[in-house]
């Protein structure tokens, strides 16, 4: 995914605007298949173990 980079002068456009105008991409990825809730399961555990870590770390 690349991004444009600018020269520093505009073209009179406003940046959110080009944004709006981006469609959102599909992805094919077959949901029912047991490697994507492999997937899914592993992720959200990960991030669980990030919570209780970054909550702990608050608490100090």
């Keep these: 995914m690349s ?3 600018g020269s520093g002068a505009t073209s009179g456009k406003d940046q959110t605007s080009d944004d ?18 492999r997937a899914a ?12 870590k970054k909550q702990g770390a608050d608490d100090s």
């Design 20 to 37: 709006q105008k981006k469609v959102q991409e599909d992805f094919d990825i077959d949901m029912d298949a047991p490697e994507t809730e």
């Design 3 to 5: 991004e444009r980079q």
């Design 41 to 52: 399961v592993a992720i959200q555990s990960q991030f669980r173990k990030f919570q209780k």
